[in-house]
Nanobody, 123 residues
Framework: QVQLVESGGGSVQAGGSLRLACTAS????????MGWFRQAPGKEREGVATIYRHGTFSYYADSVKGRFTISQDNAKNALYLQMNSLSPDDTAMYYCAAAGTDGCQDLSQYNFWGQGTQVTVSS
């Protein structure tokens, strides 16, 4: 089992920045991919950024490319999401997730999820 705890969410004005953090614990040796996902009210959960745990390959949704950066510190079992140039469209609950397979871009492969951290961007 893997446990994930997110932090760093909050309220910010458009154009601002936030840095999300996810602390993982448990049997991390089984994890191949880590990712950030978000869900806005009335919308489906979507992938924001994912990263291969044992390398540097990362994936970004088109809507966040150039603004968000995913990074990890495996020694600390930590995952980060630096979010810059935030817009009201980025308002959502953000979730950290882990997958035990190599399908990093496939939301269905993620079987461990945190409780989420709320990000609210005002115009």
């Amino acid at each position: 089992q893997v446990q994930l705890v997110e932090s760093g969410g909050g309220s910010v004005q458009a154009g601002g920045s936030l840095r999300l953090a996810c602390t993982a614990s448990g049997y991390m040796y089984s994890i191949h991919c880590m990712g950030w996902f978000r869900q806005a009210p009335g919308k489906e959960r979507e992938g924001v950024a994912t990263i291969y745990r044992h390398g540097t390959f990362s994936y970004y949704a088109d809507s966040v490319k150039g603004r968000f950066t995913i990074s990890q510190d495996n020694a600390k079992n930590a995952l980060y999401l630096q979010m810059n140039s935030l817009s009201p469209d980025d308002t959502a609950m953000y979730y950290c997730a882990a997958a035990g397979t190599d399908g990093c871009q496939d939301l269905s492969q993620y079987n461990f999820w945190g409780q989420g951290t709320q990000v609210t961007v005002s115009s």
